[in-house]
């Protein structure tokens, strides 16, 4: 053989022995070849397992959705390119041969939000807005849209609210509609099929990741939906490259440390700042007088009430800015989870497509700051977050 034919294949042809990597490895291959035609055929046949092209199944990211899968105690997941891939898929997934409306949350990630209202809608399908945690407003809601899904989120972004998963899904449950939770914010926190959901949403973005490098997202659910998922998954084709899951996994696997150290630090935050003079509001699920404070302690265990916090920060805007701008440790980002302690200011960031209004409606005041606090030293975040108000 040429040279030039041999350096295609040298190296790629082994086949694996009978020892176990001790970490899976990055399968970055598009697709897989058999002996023969008819094993091959098999395959694809579903009649032998194995796999053939990677938007069908890769060997990296079937791990992490056997480890997701496990994480959320379900029988399966489908990893995407990122959250928004993962929410939908699901809508999509949840829509096939249904009717075609949706009762939503009206405090979730903006980038749902701009999906259900500027994709979903303009394209024929019913999506109405509604308060989960006023369960009065969602029997409405469901009564007259007569939805085929709710979808909700376990922490609300930016105002971490917390609806009552239960009594949520049983009103999905009653009347036949599938019930959707974005798990992204309490990931190990929250076990969301434990209250009745349906389908569990992650972007794996952030806490799953963990480390700031990596956009993914994962769709958990028990067995009955994967034929529709696993359908709408591979014609949608935003599926997660084998790198990025490589990269999740491996902060999958120490999620449960990082999030003790997220949740102990969040909890010291909270205290540090409840009465600081330049804090006009404080956000934190741990808050017992947090007006879901009952869920809270229902759906979560008890001294972790998760990693983000908001302050209403003196001087609306303009003071929101300057502590924002103040912040030398802290860094300003859009996203959450990482170990690095970040900021944003979701009216002008995550939440700015909504009018002024709304925005007031929903709580997400001018001054609000979002924080996600990291597992660096917690004196060091203290630091930081106290001179920066103190200058304020
Ligand atoms: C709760 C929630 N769901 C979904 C998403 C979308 O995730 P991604 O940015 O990975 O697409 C985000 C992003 O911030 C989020 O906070």
Redo the contacts with the bound molecule.
Sequence with gaps: MKTQTTLVHAGDRRKLGDYIPVSTPVYASSSFFYDTMEELADVFADRRPGETYSRMGNPSTSALEEQVATLEGTDGAFATA????A?HLALMASLLDRRQSIVAANVL?G??LELLRSVLRPSGIEVRFCDFCDLDAVERAVREVRPALLIT?TVS?PCLRVADLDRVSEIAKANDALFLV?N??TPLLMKPFEHGADLV?H?A??YLGGHGDV???LVAAPRRHHEALRQAHRCLGGNLGPFEAFLVMRGVKTLSLRMRRHCANAQMVYEALKDHPAVERILFPGDPMHPDAEAVAKLMPPGQAGGAIGVDVRGGEEGAYDFVDRLKLVATS???GDLTTLALHPSSA?HRMLSAEARADLGITDGLVRLSIGAEHIADILADLRQALEAA
Excluded: P, R
């Design positions: 990122s959250g928004m891939a929410v990630y980038g749902s989120e972004n974005d992204t914010f949403i972007s973005t952030k956009l993914a997202g859009a996203s959450i995550t």
